[in-house]
């Protein structure tokens, strides 16, 4: 016997008592890249895919289907045809045979001519046909028939040196493959479903010899009906019973070849494979075949025919089909519930190993109360979240229209899989994101956790930050150092206010502030570390032991924050996290306004609302000769509603907190109007010019008011209260009319300004241009504040009028009070555009410059030309000369 290790796993049988046994079922393992024929087309996996043990399970009639046979096709014959052979003993051994010499690989072939003892064998790997005698074939001769795959040595005879074949063996059919394929004619159509013989005959003929091989109606590719007479390629392929016959037959038309359709599935540099709808199989393509101006792109839905170059077959004359012409499968409309068997493994490194298209597995009841078993793929699930074992899911059953293959699709995850499944839920709020990722602050851990959008349960909802989210944790290693990181999977979203960093312990104690809160403003931006100095501590006495807890301002009830020294009741909380005991809820017991101690040392102030910026403002006291910080966080109340000149009440706060080195604001609450009391006005009017203009204006001066001067020198004192329009702003040198009060003050200040009008060139969000012809013909700037009514009814190309200012720090000029007048004007109108760019252009540096050389003139030497007559004038003057 052969050294081979394959040999071993071909043992033939001492005896054969049927021809049921001459097909031996061993294959070897290493056998397993060698393609099988399946319902079709091909594949790669060897034992049989998870679609060919659903095909078998589902399919109690495979039809008349063929192993493709492994063999050259110069000069095989083959088929029907057969010749006589000698069933005399195979006992005889003859010394023309030097069965010593045969090398020790061993090589597959299919029988091609049997005689009276002796018969001939085809190679499969080579292109070679081998003489061998009966008595080299282990088993019953009578068993072997042409067409058989066979395994054997290649020897040498010793009379004559020519190459034979020793130690014959017959094998398993599906070891012998081969994708050659040849042509022939069909001599008998296959006839209807009805007529009982649903099998036709190809003709093909090879040496002189002609053989005639069976096909059935499924053996046809791209669903054409052949006709006697057809010119046809196929493949050879022998049964299981080792009949041989035709497969993969296709319609040779040069004429009008057979279109097939697909779907491009792949694309590479300069080529790329289309997945057919007839079949499943892929076939290449290369990009000079397509025959269309449009790109070909990924997920094309194209139609070609196919055509066979170098022995393989290639797509050629590509067009797109409108997109869904190319359908692969029916989705039934009916929902099934299953459970998760086997879930897909995630990660390169198991997908790269993964050869299984359908490596998933859902089991469900029918509606027969069978359990049925389907696999599903990664694209299968409504998002790419992590799938586990014993999961309870939703999806529907797509059946391949190719191979009737089933499997579950469109899988979504139900909520009571996290009920039975026992994994550990956690909560948390979703702290930042970033692209494809983000991170989610935890209730019971330190470190924030890192998570994918791909883990979202709800596929289409946006995650933003702040939502409250559960998930699980789940280990996964990086591909930096392989350490052990955590990941959060399965991310479900949740309404607000389910999730909650603290639990409750006990409500309603008592206890004293041991030290202040401080307010956490934009300006101090505290880290992490340096946070826990803006908590305050609380002193009281929890079950006996009398205890400093901790506290911050935001978990105040009122934005009146409690002074050191003050009664306090609170709630007593936990940290889920940490174990540690907080203070919320913090009330205090005593008001600025109860005339209690606390009201003595910390006086309660009025004034008027002078000047609003982002995040905070100044107050104008009552005596409106000095301004007071106040940040919006001290501001009992929606900051959006303030107004200039409001009313309100406040205390003077620390002189260390967010006012920088001066005494702030706190506990600022509005008052309605007329509660601080103002000076009347005196009769009569006076004209004077303002000499220094209030300090929200021009922050560098000492002194908060403002100046009106006089004929005569005298001057009088303003506030944002002495202006009737408390928006407006008055400049250094501006006329304004003014009444003087009772308190000598200037009020009811009206500057005197000139009104202009021009175009809104540009409107961009907060501010934009008005286009006006001004000294330097440039673009006028304002601020959608300045202007007046509704600024979102402002469009480009209203006319407006507006007062220009120039700011007297920068130089820079802007348009305030700014007024619509009327819609979009004509573009007549707006003639002087375009020239105003250009003179814009040329005074900016480096860019090139307009000058005047010469000035238009016209006929009577006046500049310019006259305005043209009208028609009408022009004809009666022409008539008149007619006259004349």
Same mark, same amino acid.
């Given at each position: 016997?052969?050294?081979?290790?394959q040999?071993k %796993?071909?043992q033939?049988?001492?005896?054969?008592?049927?021809p049921?046994?001459d097909?031996?079922?061993?294959? $070897? *393992?290493?056998?397993?890249?060698?393609?099988v024929? +399946?319902?079709?087309?091909?594949?790669?996996e060897?034992?049989?895919? *998870?679609?060919?043990?659903f095909?078998?399970?589902?399919?109690?009639n495979?039809?008349n289907? !063929?192993?493709?046979?492994?063999?050259?096709?110069?000069?095989?014959? %083959?088929?029907?045809s057969?010749?006589?052979?000698s069933?005399?003993?195979?006992?005889?051994?003859?010394?023309?045979?030097?069965?010593?010499?045969?090398?020790?690989? +061993?090589?597959?072939?299919?029988?091609?001519?049997?005689? $009276?003892?002796?018969?001939?064998i085809?190679?499969?790997?080579?292109?070679?046909?081998?003489?061998?005698?009966?008595?080299?074939?282990?088993g019953?001769?009578?068993?072997?028939?042409?067409?058989?795959?066979?395994?054997?040595?290649?020897?040498y #005879?010793?009379?004559?040196?020519?190459p034979i074949?020793?130690?014959?063996?017959?094998?398993a059919?599906e070891?012998?493959?081969?994708e050659a394929?040849?042509?022939?004619?069909?001599?008998?159509?296959? &006839?209807?479903?009805?007529?009982?013989?649903?099998?036709?005959?190809?003709?093909?003929?090879n040496?002189?010899?002609?053989?005639?091989?069976?096909?059935?109606?499924?053996?046809?590719?791209?669903?054409?009906?052949?006709?006697?007479?057809?010119a046809v390629?196929?493949?050879?392929?022998?049964?299981?019973?080792g009949?041989l016959?035709?497969? $993969?037959?296709?319609?040779?038309?040069p004429?009008?070849?057979?279109?097939?359709h697909?779907?491009?599935?792949?694309?590479k540099?300069?080529?790329?494979?289309?997945?057919?709808?007839?079949?499943v199989?892929?076939?290449?393509? $290369?990009?000079?075949?397509?025959?269309? &101006?449009?790109e070909?792109?990924?997920?094309?839905?194209?139609?070609?025919?196919?055509?066979?170059?170098?022995?393989k077959?290639?797509?050629?004359?590509?067009? @797109?089909?409108?997109?869904?012409?190319?359908?692969?499968?029916?989705?039934?409309?009916?929902?099934? @519930?299953?459970?998760?068997l086997?879930?897909?493994?995630?990660?390169? %490194?198991? +997908?790269?190993?993964?050869?299984?298209?359908?490596p998933g597995?859902?089991r469900?009841?029918a509606?027969?109360?069978?359990?049925?078993?389907?696999?599903?793929?990664? @694209?299968?699930?409504?998002?790419e979240?992590?799938?586990r074992?014993?999961?309870?899911?939703?999806?529907?059953?797509?059946i391949?229209?190719?191979?009737?293959?089933?499997?579950?699709?469109?899988i979504t995850?139900?909520?009571?899989?996290?009920n039975?499944?026992?994994?550990r839920?956690?909560?948390?709020?979703?702290?930042?994101?970033?692209?494809?990722?983000?991170?989610?602050?935890?209730v019971?851990?330190?470190?924030? %956790?890192?998570?994918?959008?791909?883990?979202v349960?709800?596929?289409?909802?946006e995650?933003?930050?702040?939502?409250?989210?559960e998930?699980?944790?789940d280990?996964?290693? /990086?591909?930096?150092?392989?350490?052990?990181?955590?990941t959060?999977?399965?991310?479900?979203?949740?309404?607000?206010?389910?999730?909650?960093?603290?639990c409750?312990?006990?409500?309603?104690?008592?206890?004293?502030?041991?030290?202040?809160a401080?307010?956490?403003?934009?300006?101090?931006?505290?880290?992490?570390?340096?946070?826990?100095?803006?908590?305050?501590?609380?002193?009281?006495?929890i079950?006996?032991?009398?205890?400093?807890? *901790?506290?911050?301002?935001?978990k105040c009830?009122?934005? =009146?924050?409690?002074?050191?020294?003050?009664?306090?009741i609170?709630?007593? !909380?936990?940290?889920?996290?940490?174990?540690?005991?907080?203070?919320?809820?913090?009330?205090?017991?005593?008001s600025? /306004?109860?005339?209690?101690?606390?009201?003595?040392?910390?006086?309660?102030?009025?004034?008027?609302?002078?000047?609003?910026k982002?995040?905070?403002?100044?107050?104008?006291?009552?005596?409106?000769?000095?301004?007071?910080?106040?940040?919006f966080?001290?501001?009992?109340?929606n900051?959006?509603?303030?107004?200039?000149g409001?009313?309100?009440?406040?205390?003077?706060?620390?002189?260390?907190?967010?006012?920088?080195?001066?005494?702030?604001?706190?506990?600022?609450?509005?008052?309605?109007?007329?509660?601080?009391?103002?000076?009347?006005?005196?009769?009569?009017?006076i004209?004077?010019?303002?000499?220094?203009?209030?300090?929200?204006?021009?922050?560098?001066?000492?002194?908060?008011?403002? /100046?009106?001067?006089?004929e005569?020198?005298?001057?009088?004192?303003?506030?944002?209260?002495?202006?009737?329009?408390?928006r407006?702003?008055?400049?250094?040198?501006d006329?304004?009319?003014?009444?003087?009060?009772?308190?000598?003050?200037?009020?009811?200040?009206?500057?005197?300004?000139?009104?202009?009008?021009a175009i809104?060139?540009?409107?961009?969000?907060?501010?934009?241009?008005?286009?006006?012809?001004?000294e330097?013909?440039?673009?006028?700037?304002?601020?959608?504040?300045?202007?007046?009514g509704?600024?979102? #009814?402002?469009? *480009?190309?209203?006319?407006?009028?507006?007062? =220009?200012?120039?700011?007297?720090r920068?130089?820079?000029?802007?348009?305030?009070?700014?007024?619509?007048?009327?819609?979009?004007?004509?573009r007549?109108?707006?003639?002087?555009?375009?020239?105003a760019r250009?003179?814009?252009a040329? !005074?900016?540096?480096?860019?090139?410059?307009?000058?005047?050389?010469r000035?238009?003139r016209?006929?009577?030497?006046?500049?310019?030309?006259?305005p043209?007559?009208?028609?009408?004038?022009?004809?009666?003057?022409?008539?008149?000369?007619? @006259?004349?």
């Open positions: 016997m052969s050294g081979n290790p040999w %796993m071909f033939p049988s001492d005896s054969h008592s049927s049921l046994q097909i031996l079922d061993l294959q $070897h *393992p290493n056998m397993q890249n060698k393609q024929f +399946r319902t079709g087309t091909y594949s790669s060897y034992p049989s895919s *998870p679609r060919d043990t095909n078998n399970m589902n399919k109690s495979g039809g289907r !063929y192993p493709l046979s492994n063999y050259n096709l110069d000069g095989c014959p %083959m088929g029907d057969a010749g006589a052979y069933s005399s003993s195979t006992n005889n051994t003859s010394s023309n045979y030097d069965s010593m010499n045969c090398p020790s690989i +061993r090589e597959t072939g299919i029988i091609e001519k049997l005689l $009276h003892s002796y018969g001939f085809q190679c499969c790997e080579r292109q070679a046909r081998l003489f061998f005698h009966f008595s080299q074939f282990s019953n001769i009578e068993h072997l028939k042409i067409g058989d795959p066979v395994e054997f040595v290649m020897s #005879d010793r009379r004559t040196g020519k074949a020793s130690t014959v063996t017959k094998i059919p070891v012998v493959l081969s394929r040849v042509t022939g004619t069909v001599t008998t159509e296959v &006839k209807g479903e009805g007529s009982g013989d649903n099998t036709g005959r190809i003709s093909y003929e040496r002189g010899e002609c053989f005639f091989l069976p096909y059935t109606k499924d053996d046809v590719e791209g669903n054409v009906i052949l006709h006697t007479g057809d390629s196929f493949q050879i392929a022998t049964n299981q019973r009949t016959g035709a497969c $993969h037959v296709r319609f040779e038309n004429v009008h070849p057979v279109k097939y697909g779907v491009i599935c792949s694309m540099e300069n080529f790329g494979f289309i997945e057919r709808a007839d079949v199989k892929e076939i290449f393509f $290369h990009y000079s075949e397509a025959k269309t &101006k449009e070909l792109l990924l997920g094309d839905d194209v139609e070609f025919i196919i055509q066979t170059r170098n022995g077959e290639v797509a050629c004359n590509i067009t @797109k089909l409108p997109s869904g012409s190319v359908v692969f499968e029916d989705v039934g409309p009916e929902i099934k @519930k299953g459970q998760v086997k879930p897909l493994e995630r990660g390169s %490194m198991s +997908r790269a190993q993964q050869n299984d298209p359908l597995r859902i469900y009841r509606q027969d109360h069978s359990e049925v078993e389907v696999p599903f793929g990664d @694209k299968d699930q409504i998002g979240f992590t799938l074992h014993g999961d309870w899911v939703q999806f529907q059953v797509a391949d229209r190719r191979d009737q293959l089933k499997r579950a699709t469109n995850l139900l909520e009571e899989s996290f039975v499944s026992g994994e839920r956690e909560q948390g709020i979703v702290s930042s994101l970033r692209d494809g990722f983000g991170f989610i602050r935890c019971e851990r330190e470190q924030t %956790m890192l998570f994918y959008f791909t883990e349960l709800r596929l289409g909802l995650l933003s930050v702040g939502d409250e989210v998930f699980t944790v280990p996964v290693s /990086t591909f930096s150092n392989m350490n052990t990181r955590q959060a999977i399965r991310i479900k979203h949740l309404s607000p206010g389910s999730v909650n960093f603290e409750l312990v006990e409500r309603g104690i008592r206890g004293v502030v041991t030290k202040e401080q307010l956490l403003t934009s300006a101090s931006s505290p880290n992490r570390k340096s946070s826990i100095d803006y908590n305050g501590l609380i002193t009281a006495q079950s006996g032991v009398k205890k400093a807890l *901790p506290y911050t301002a935001k009830e009122s934005k =009146m924050l409690p002074r050191i020294g003050d009664k306090v609170f709630d007593l !909380y936990q940290i889920k996290r940490t174990k540690e005991l907080i203070a919320m809820a913090v009330q205090t017991q005593h600025l /306004t109860n005339g209690s101690s606390i009201s003595c040392s910390r006086p309660i102030m009025k004034g008027f609302i002078a000047a609003l982002d995040g905070f403002g100044f107050i104008e006291t009552a005596d409106h000769t000095k301004e007071v910080f106040f940040h966080s001290n501001l009992e109340g900051p959006d509603h303030l107004e200039l409001t009313e309100v009440e406040y205390s003077l706060g620390r002189v260390n907190g967010s006012g920088g080195g001066c005494a702030s604001a706190e506990f600022v609450r509005v008052l309605p109007k007329g509660s601080v009391p103002i000076a009347e006005p005196l009769e009569p009017t004209n004077g010019t303002v000499t220094r203009t209030l300090r929200a204006l021009n922050p560098d001066q000492a002194y908060y008011s403002g /100046t009106i001067q006089i005569g020198g005298i001057t009088y004192e303003f506030g944002i209260m002495g202006l009737a329009c408390k407006e702003i008055l400049q250094v040198g006329p304004v009319t003014f009444q003087v009060d009772k308190e000598n003050r200037a009020t009811n200040i009206v500057p005197i300004r000139k009104k202009r009008r809104v060139d540009a409107v961009k969000g907060g501010f934009g241009f008005l286009c006006v012809e001004s330097e013909n440039r673009r006028l700037f304002f601020h959608m504040s300045e202007v007046r509704n600024p979102s #009814d402002l469009q *480009p190309g209203d006319a407006v009028e507006f007062v =220009m200012l120039t700011n007297q920068n130089g820079k000029c802007s348009a305030c009070n700014v007024v619509k007048i009327s819609k979009n004007v004509k007549g109108e707006r003639s002087e555009r375009p020239l250009l003179r814009t040329s !005074y900016e540096e480096g860019a090139p410059r307009v000058v005047v050389t000035n238009p016209g006929p009577d030497g006046s500049r310019g030309f006259r043209r007559r009208p028609i009408a004038e022009q004809l009666i003057e022409w008539l008149q000369n007619v @006259k004349m």
